[in-house]
């Protein structure tokens, strides 16, 4: 899929907003989920309920979670990860622009994978990830740290 990142054999950051005949695609190249991580209040081409109805009616299963672009906090992240644990995988995640659902992912891949936080930060990068600003880059290495290696 074009302008996304396999973060791992489960896990695919789009780093664009699904539109509306976006999730026939998405299923044919083998995704069986689609995660959502735009607020309700943000600009979208698909609403969180139509997404839903989409991505059910192309066969997926749907998860979406406000995520704003500010801090974050440990809560946030846990209840993402409980939820992308449970999901049939491959997954594919999105924000608007990667940013928000690369975070998580990666923090998520990281702590399954026993990463430390500086670790994740080298693998983010590698992946093409920025975890700006830098309250953000401090609160993946923490987490990670914290859960996973």
Do not use: W
């Not at 491959?90 to 026993?114: D, K, N, Q, Y």
Request: proline share 4%; hydrophobic share 40%; with cysteine.
């Amino acid at each position: 899929m074009d302008n996304a990142v396999q973060v791992s054999d489960a896990f695919t950051v789009a780093r664009f907003e699904p539109g509306r005949r976006a999730f026939a695609e998405i299923a044919e190249k083998g995704f069986r989920s689609v995660v959502s991580l735009q607020t309700r209040g943000e600009d979208q081409k698909v609403g969180p309920d139509e997404e839903r109805a989409l991505a059910e009616g192309a066969g997926l299963a749907f998860y979406q979670q406000d995520v704003t672009g500010g801090a974050m906090a440990d809560a946030e992240v846990d209840r993402f990860r409980e939820a992308v644990a449970a999901l049939p995988k491959p997954v594919l995640l999105h924000c608007a622009s990667g940013a928000r659902s690369g975070a998580l992912t990666i923090m998520h891949v990281a702590a399954e994978e026993g990463l430390t936080g500086d670790e994740t930060l080298r693998k983010a990068e590698a992946l093409g990830f920025r975890c700006e600003p830098p309250e953000l880059e401090r609160f993946v290495r923490s987490y990670v740290d914290r859960h996973g290696g």
